[in-house]
């Protein structure tokens, strides 16, 4: 058991987890949740942003904060708990296999003829 947990957007993240994939997957995705429920409710309020204008969402997103805590002081955690993120790197070799792969599968299936097989099955099947 850890004796402190880490804090991020009110999840409590594994201390094994890379920061720059914490950033990615947990922080930047509830900055932009958080703003677009202020914007939901200042547009339900009848509010505009600064100068009279709608707040832009391409505004950069601040630095994370990460809050140390001693695990269990308070009780037990209520947070939700996140030991594991998808690996950003590894997620696009796979798809790039994936997409290498269908191409092929593709150029297999043209080859053989099985589009005009499909096509004339097809036919035959609505007549």
Not at 11 to 35: C, F, K, M, T, Y
Not at 39 to 53: L, N, P, T
Not at 87 to 116: I, M, P, T
Request: charged share 25%; glycine share 8%.
């Amino acid at each position: 058991m850890d004796l402190i947990e880490l804090l991020v957007a009110d999840h409590i993240v594994g201390l094994d987890l890379q920061v720059s994939e914490v950033h990615d997957q947990i922080w930047v995705p509830s900055i932009l949740a958080r703003r677009e429920n202020l914007a939901e409710q200042a547009a339900a309020e009848g509010v505009q942003g600064r100068d009279g204008v709608a707040e832009d969402r391409s505004e950069a997103v601040p630095p994370m904060t990460v809050i140390f805590r001693l695990a269990g002081v308070d009780g037990e955690a209520t947070e939700d708990r996140v030991e594991s993120l998808v690996d950003a790197s590894s997620d696009g070799a796979e798809a790039q296999r994936q997409v290498k792969r269908r191409k092929a599968l593709c150029q297999a299936f043209n080859a053989c003829g099985g589009a005009a097989v499909t096509v004339a099955e097809l036919e035959l099947a609505l007549s």
